[in-house]
């Protein structure tokens, strides 16, 4: 069942994906454009019957909100042929390609999404969103989804409610990023590229992994959680949420943002008050999804062309490990790009930041083949 509803999205600011501190963070992640001119998007929902999760528990139905620009062109037997699918970091949405900065340097006439040529689908993964997640009421008993579900929910979506069998490309960022090598192994003919933007294609280890189970533990241990079947909003974890801004922002821009004692200590509590919009369990389930991504024993099945591009001061994604570069020893026609640490650089948030990549993209999109 898909229902569609055009309208005129409203301005977002870039953000540091952080639900509530999208205007706070703006100073460091984003780039003002005036007076540009919002694309006109169209929204709708899908609702996938009986969804299955990997785990063996199922919804009877999940529902997938979406958001699309540009108009689907057909071929002479009705195959959508001109399909560009997006896909968010943890805790956005499929908005956050909406932010003027995206508008001006992806989807503008000439640039490497241009929406008079491509039909650009961005859907709200599992838990985010519009789509079903646990504050819809089902809450600690909704299913522990993980990446591998995310991926088939996207499928379910393109190809069961809108019909798209083949895709022009598949590009995510962050999170999305990871999701892209997962399809690109689970399903390699089903597009002609796949682009992974701040994304490493290795399981979450190291200083990721401790960082997350902070977030996690955090959460599990409020007073106010009960296992995740709280009535009342749980709020002492918020005390956490300044290190998602720290490890996924450069430390330059923070110190810019930040350069004295009180002006760190007031951005600090900002960003733990915004955690007023932020759900528990929501937050919990986004953070633990990642415990089933691992591409690496599966890379030679990539069949399209593939680029990583990820960034020199990502502390997500460290370069200096070299895991990016190592994998792509085993896909076929993958290219990684380290973007060097620079004045234009936010760290992991550069992925915000398409003037950034954009031509690194372009560049890539221009060796496709053209249906």
Not at 174 to 201: C, K, N, Y
């Amino acid at each position: 069942m898909v229902e569609r509803r055009p309208r005129v999205l409203p301005r977002i600011a870039r953000a540091a994906a952080i639900l509530g501190t999208l205007s706070l963070l703006a100073p460091l992640t984003s780039v003002a454009h005036a007076a540009e001119p919002q694309p006109v998007a169209a929204d709708g929902d899908y609702v996938a019957r009986e969804f299955r999760f990997d785990d063996g528990t199922s919804l009877p139905e999940l529902r997938l909100h979406y958001e699309t620009l540009g108009t689907p062109k057909r071929d002479v037997s009705g195959a959508v042929t001109n399909a560009v699918l997006l896909l968010h970091g943890t805790t956005g949405t499929g908005r956050q390609f909406l932010a003027p900065a995206d508008t001006k340097e992806l989807f503008a006439p000439g640039k490497p999404l241009d929406t008079t040529r491509f039909y650009v689908v961005m859907p709200d993964g599992i838990g985010a969103g519009g789509s079903s997640k646990p504050s819809d009421g089902l809450k600690a008993r909704f299913p522990h989804y993980g990446y591998g579900d995310q991926v088939e929910a996207q499928r379910v979506l393109i190809e069961d409610g809108l019909g798209i069998h083949h895709l022009d490309l598949i590009l995510g960022t962050s999170m999305g990023g990871m999701q892209a090598w997962l399809w690109a192994e689970r399903h390699p003919d089903m597009m002609d590229g796949t682009v992974a933007i701040a994304a490493t294609p290795a399981p979450v280890v190291g200083r990721n992994m401790m960082w997350r189970d902070m977030v996690i533990d955090a959460i599990t241990a409020d007073p106010d959680f009960k296992g995740g079947d709280y009535t009342i909003e749980p709020h002492e974890w918020r005390s956490m949420l300044p290190l998602f801004t720290i490890m996924t922002n450069d430390a330059r821009h923070l110190q810019a943002q930040a350069p004295t004692r009180e002006t760190a200590l007031s951005l600090d509590g900002k960003l733990v008050a915004a955690g007023d919009k932020i759900d528990a369990d929501d937050y919990l389930y986004s953070f633990q999804s990642s415990r089933d991504f691992d591409p690496s024993g599966s890379l030679d099945r990539i069949a399209k062309p593939l680029l990583a591009i990820n960034f020199g001061d990502d502390l997500l994604n460290p370069a200096e490990l070299g895991l990016t570069e190592a994998a792509m020893e085993h896909v076929k026609s993958g290219t990684a790009t380290l973007i060097p640490a620079g004045p234009d650089t936010f760290g992991h948030q550069t992925l915000g930041h398409p003037e950034v990549w954009g031509a690194a993209l372009a560049s890539f999109m221009g060796k496709l083949p053209t249906r």
